[in-house]
Every structure is written in C-alpha cells, then in structure tokens.
C-alpha cells in the first residue's frame, strides 16, 4: 500500500521556539504554508481544532480555495454542534472543494479545554458521545431516506441532507485517542486510526490493540503515526539542531512562566512521557526531549538525522503497519518546504522498493 504523507498548518507562524506573533489570522502566512505543502507533495494538510482557536471549517475553506490538488483533514471535536448539522455541512464543505475533504475526529483529553466551550463531560462519556455521533453522521452521509434517533446523547426525527459529499460511501475518517474507551470508538468508526511517535514496541503493542478492535466489528484499519522530523546534510548536524531546538523551546517555556514537565492529562500524552522516560534518544532515530520538557503535549517526538536515515526510520514504522505519517516541522514553513525536497520523495522511493520486493516474493 502507497504511503501518505499530511502536514499540519496554523494561521500564523509559531511552533514550539516560535512565540505566536501579530493576528491571530495571518492571511499571507497562511496562504503561503498551505502551498509550500502543496508544492512539497504532502496528500492533506491537518487543519487543528482548539478551544481557543480560529474555527477550522473556516480555515479549511480558505486554504482551499488558494491550492488546487491538496486534500485537507479538518479537526473537529463531537458535543459543540449536532451531528446531523456536522454531516450537512462537512458534506457542503466537501463538495464546495472538489472532494478534498477528511474528518479528524478528537473527542478531547483535556477537561479544561473542553469547559472552555461549556463540555463538562468526563473522558469516557466523551467518548461514549462520540460513539452514537458519528453513528448519527454516518448514517445521515449515506442515507436516502430521512433518519429518526433517539439515544443517550441525542434525539431528532425525520433528519436528512438534501447535500452528500462527493466521496463515497462517506469521508475518510481519522481517529485518534489511546484509552480504551477511544480504541473501541475506533475500532466501530474510523477509516485511519491516528497515534502520536511512540517507540517501536510501544506503536506494535497499541496497533494490535486497535486492530483487534476493528475486528470485533468486522473491519479493519490503516494506521497513521506522527512525527517531528528534525533533517540536516550530516547526522552530527541534525542531533546539533536537534539540540537547539531544546533549548530554544526551554528559554521561550521559561520565559512563559511555564513549569517544564508539567504533564497533559490525556493517555497518549502519558504515552509520550513514558517514551520519553526510556530516555532522551529511543530506537536510534526517536527524539523525545520536547515532549519530556512539555508534558507530552501534542505530537511533539521527533526522527532526527539526514533525509536518508530520517526516510529509513519512517520505512521501519511502515513496516509495523503504518501507512501514514503525519509530520510537521519546529520551523513550520521552511521545514515543510525542506520535507518536500528530500524526505517525501526519498520515503516514497524506500516504500515502493519494499513493496515490489514483497510483490515478486510472492508471485
């Protein structure tokens, strides 16, 4: 199976070691990220969802309308809008954009975000909700007569989208969420179940997990893990910046007032700093300082090395079954760029060596 590679975009230039500045709408910068992911041939860019962010439908219409090729997969969050709306207007979206279009389904793992926009359920009802939500959107996308429900969470009669999307049966779905209340949602529901870099024992044991998931419900999964990659010409000079890097995310944290280590609550951020507590470098390649400085907040692991040795630690995850690789750079823009010169076309070339050879060792 082909690989596929997203990107991640904001709507101004920040990271890790690069303190959010001006609007919190850059229109040129946002313009010219979601083309540099274009050009550099990423198949979708994530548009994130937070609490205190631009609203992402929004976002995603935008930086549609300035590409041409790109899909997008638009973060969004079960409990702020009806899902029969959800589907009528992820559907419209869908269509206004050529069938560009995924869904990143994120039912929360922090509880003071979500009582930022008035959720006050707790993790497993979350997910509970999420569960009967994207029943309700699935059956309103490929329904052709009107839906009556009534469940736990939600109740309507005779609901119906004159609007489908253009891809059938329905929009990818993305999934991501480490509990076991989340594998089971994913196992029922989603096309690509998502995971943040863990190590390689820790990615084999939770893919099995999810993939015994999906088979008590008769289906199966492809599997998208993400990373930081961290590229320089020589591996001395990649470990180099990789060690700016922390220390350039340390004194923006410090300066923030912020405590380094103070932990997310989510399962997967505790994944991440259980990685991280098998040390600063893991499985050769697998960087883990950032997210032992920050909690293990967002997907903040990193592959460091030449493109090469970058694309060879990628081909080692695809070999554990992952298809897709979600990677954003500590420089955004000029790392997505950097992506689409060496690393994409290098990983590409390594995925389709190692599928012809399993082809001709089989036939």
């Known amino acids: 199976m082909s690989v596929e590679f997203i990107g991640m975009i904001s709507t101004r230039a920040m990271s890790e070691i690069h303190p959010p500045k001006g ?11 979601a083309q540099a992911h274009e050009n550099a041939g990423f198949d979708r860019i994530l548009i994130a969802h937070h609490s205190t962010g631009p ?28 899902p029969t709306l959800a589907a009528r207007k992820l559907a419209t979206l869908d269509q206004l954009i050529g069938g560009r279009l995924a869904v990143h389904i994120i039912s929360g793992g922090d509880d003071e975000e979500q009582r930022r926009d008035g959720d006050f359920l707790n993790h497993d009802e979350r997910y509970a909700r999420t569960d009967e939500y994207l029943d309700i959107m699935r059956k309103v996308w490929t329904s052709d007569t009107s839906v009556t429900h009534e469940g736990k969470y939600y109740r309507f009669e005779r609901a119906y989208s004159e ?3 253009v891809q059938k049966p329905h929009l990818p779905v993305y999934f991501g969420g480490s509990s076991d209340a989340a594998l089971d949602v994913a196992g029922r529901h989603a096309d690509v179940y998502a995971l943040w870099g863990e190590t390689h024992a820790q990615v084999r044991e939770t893919l099995a997990r999810a993939q015994a998931s999906a088979a008590r419900y008769g289906r199966r999964l492809r599997f998208s893990v993400s990373f930081r990659p961290i590229l320089a010409a020589t591996e001395d000079e990649a470990w180099a910046r990789a060690q700016r890097i922390l220390d350039e995310a340390r004194q923006l944290r410090q300066a923030a007032g912020l405590v380094d280590g103070d932990p997310k609550q989510s399962v997967g951020a505790q994944r991440l700093l259980d990685a991280a507590a098998q040390g ?9 300082a950032i997210a032992k400085l920050n909690g293990g907040r967002q997907n903040s692991t990193a592959l460091v090395g030449t493109p090469e040795q970058v694309a060879e630690a990628l081909l080692d995850y695809y070999d554990l079954g992952a298809t897709t690789f979600l990677i954003r750079g500590f420089d955004p823009l000029e790392d997505a760029t950097d992506y689409g010169r060496e690393l994409i076309p290098v990983t590409r070339a390594l995925v389709a060596k190692r599928e012809a050879a399993q082809q001709a060792k089989a036939g």
Do not use: N
Not at 24 to 33: M, T
């Open 23 to 33: 609007p919190a709408i850059d229109r040129d910068y946002l313009r010219a990220f």
């Open 280 to 288: 600063d470098r893991v499985d050769k390649r697998l960087w883990t």
């Open 55 to 82: 609203d992402a439908f929004m976002v995603t219409s935008y930086i549609a309308s300035v590409t041409e090729r790109i899909g997008f997969m638009l973060a969004h969050r079960p409990g702020f809008m009806e």
């Open 163 to 165: 609007v489908k999307q």
